[in-house]
Every structure is written in C-alpha cells, then in structure tokens.
T-cell receptor, first 117, second 113 residues
Framework: AQKVTQAQTEISVVEKEDVTLDCVYETRDTTYYLFWYKQPPSGELVFLIRRNSFDEQNEISGRYSWNFQKSTSSFNFTITASQVVDSAVYFCALSEALNTGGFKTIFGAGTRLFVKA | EAGVAQSPRYKIIEKRQSVAFWCNPISGHATLYWYQQILGQGPKLLIQFQNNGVVDDSQLPKDRFSAERLKGVDSTLKIQPAKLEDSAVYLC???????????FGPGTRLTVT
C-alpha cells in the first residue's frame, strides 16, 4: 500500500540552526517519484524537489539538501542555517503508478517548522 | 507564465446548500488535480484528470461531489448538498504530466455552517 509518514508534527528551532525533516514512505512499485513541497503561512503549496526511484543521488540547492535512501525508504530534507522565512509546513509526497496506467500522488501529514529569530 | 487560478477564494454556505469551485490550470498542463485539505492535515486527492479523462477518483464522495474538465482545460468541482465536514480548503493543481511536479493554486476556503 502507498503511504507517506512524516513523524515530526512540529519542529521549533532558532535561526541559523540546521534542521532535518524526516519522510518515510511505503510503496509496492519499483518506479515511483518523491517530492517535497512547502506551504508558507500564505497557504499556497510550492514545489521544492522531485526525485525518481532510480536516482539516489543526494541533492543540494543553496541551504536546502535532500537525502534519498531506498534501503530505509526515506527521503529526508535538511535546511542549513535556517532563517525565519523558512517557517512553513513542509509536505513529503509520493507518486506511484496505478493499475490503470496513470500515477497517483499521496501527501504526508506535514511537518510544521517554526524558526525563531 | 500565469499560475493556477482558482475562484472563489472564500465561500461560506449553510449545510445542505450547493457550492461550485472553478480552476484554470497552467497553460499546456495536461494533468489537473483537486485536493481537499482539512486544517492540520496534508492534501487529500479527490480527483485527477488527464486532459478531460478521469485518472483517479477513488476518494471522491460521489454521492455529493462531482467534477468535470470540459475541453481538457479548466475544471469545476461541485458539492451538493454540503455537510459540515466538508469545511476545508479545496486546492487545484496542475502538472505537465502525471509524474511531474504539481503547481498549486491559492485554494478556496469553504466553511459550512
């Protein structure tokens, strides 16, 4: 069954601290896609990154980095030197193939990050 | 490039009334999604279109919810009749393909009283 677990409901850090948001997924497929989205207080979800199941290379984009490990079914997200503007809810999502030929996406419950000045 | 447009942004109705939401996706995006996001939860997929065909509607409460995407462009989601538990933000998203990243609209906040 398709499932995404974000065990951390809320995290609070002080500005400039590093923080890691955990994501664990379950899927029966060998071909799937993983995503991270950010939902700031304004409410509109913003795409951050996509990874396919065949690419386990870690990725760094500025202060953001992602660690994809198939062996542990995890796709964790680290923010280095956090800033107040990073305060938001972060969602991990999984897209998996349907029997009908399409793909279906499910989202985790989200992790709310508070960065205090 | 224009983003995903949704209207209205807010809607307050009484239970048993009807309501409709409209979404215009990013130009050229073949896949369109409607999600329900209840406060404090992640988005839950209601229905997914590929052009004007339905890919998945397994979580759409079909006794009261309906959606259409005529001509494979914009889409409407309707609730008839509304229940108190339908209070949520309804998000529309679009993507170039089903495995591609999704771009979300600002959402419609529905309150059912």
């Amino acid at each position: 069954a398709q499932k995404v677990t974000q065990a951390q409901t809320e995290i609070s850090v002080v500005e400039k601290e590093d923080v890691t948001l955990d994501c664990v997924y379950e899927t029966r497929d060998t071909t799937y896609y993983l995503f991270w989205y950010k939902q700031p207080p304004s409410g509109e979800l913003v795409f951050l990154i996509r990874r396919n199941s065949f690419d386990e290379q870690n990725e760094i984009s500025g202060r953001y980095s992602w660690n994809f490990q198939k062996s542990t079914s995890s796709f964790n997200f680290t923010i280095t030197a956090s800033q107040v503007v990073d305060s938001a809810v972060y969602f991990c999502a999984l897209s998996e193939a349907l029997n009908t030929g399409g793909f279906k996406t499910i989202f985790g419950a989200g992790t709310r990050l508070f960065v205090k000045a | 490039e224009a983003g995903v447009a949704q209207s209205p942004r807010y809607k307050i109705i009484e239970k048993r009334q009807s309501v409709a939401f409209w979404c215009n996706p990013i130009s050229g995006h073949a896949t369109l999604y409607w999600y329900q996001q209840i406060l404090g939860q992640g988005p839950k997929l209601l229905i997914q279109f590929q052009n004007n065909g339905v890919v998945d509607d397994s979580q759409l409460p079909k006794d009261r919810f309906s959606a259409e995407r005529l001509k494979g462009v914009d889409s409407t989601l309707k609730i008839q009749p509304a229940k108190l538990e339908d209070s949520a933000v309804y998000l529309c998203a679009s993507s170039a393909g089903q495995w591609h990243e999704q771009y979300f609209g600002p959402g419609t906040r529905l309150t059912v009283t």
